[in-house]
């Protein structure tokens, strides 16, 4: 079993991602982009943690917006979102994670929390930690992995 926070779209906040990570306590943590800089300075402040992260639409890339990790016995697509349009529509996104067979695609970009499942993929979308839409609170997620007994259990968590 395994506990993993996401988290995306920190623009900066570190201190929020910090306050996430000594709160949840996780065994994992996935930053999705949107800074990737930010991503570096908790993985620094963190190095016991195990680390996974994505580059965003406001990050400099080589050209690898995702992965694909397995976490647990799952197989998991972590990427910002941008280069499916997630904030027109979450369906290319979806039919890419169904064409490559993951149970989750964890994404960001619209800073606005998403949970689905839908044709046998989850979609998740932790909206942001850094900047959140509309006036509402920083937010992350928290996935509770444990392929032996069938659990994915999805949380969102809000910063107050």
Avoid at 99 to 116: C, K, N, Q, W
Avoid at 117 to 142: D, Q
Wanted: glycine share 8%; with cysteine; net charge negative.
């Amino acid at each position: 079993m395994k506990r993993v926070l996401i988290m995306s779209d920190s623009h900066g906040n570190v201190e929020n991602m910090v306050t996430a990570v000594e709160k949840e306590n996780p065994d994992m943590i996935i930053h999705l982009g949107d800074c990737v800089t930010d991503a570096v300075r908790l993985n620094n402040r963190f190095p016991q943690i195990t680390f996974a992260n994505v580059p965003g639409n406001c990050d400099y890339s080589d050209g690898k917006t995702e992965k694909v990790l397995n976490i647990d016995g799952y197989k998991v697509l972590i990427c910002h979102g941008h280069t499916y349009n997630v904030k027109i529509t979450y369906l290319p996104l979806e039919c890419h994670a169904r064409e490559i067979g993951v149970d989750i695609a964890l994404f960001g970009h619209t800073h606005s929390v998403f949970y689905d499942t839908h044709n046998g993929v989850s979609l998740f979308n932790p909206g942001s930690i850094g900047a959140p839409a509309w006036g509402k609170a920083p937010s992350y997620g928290v996935i509770t992995f444990d392929k032996e007994n069938d659990v994915m259990k999805m949380d969102v968590m809000y910063l107050e």
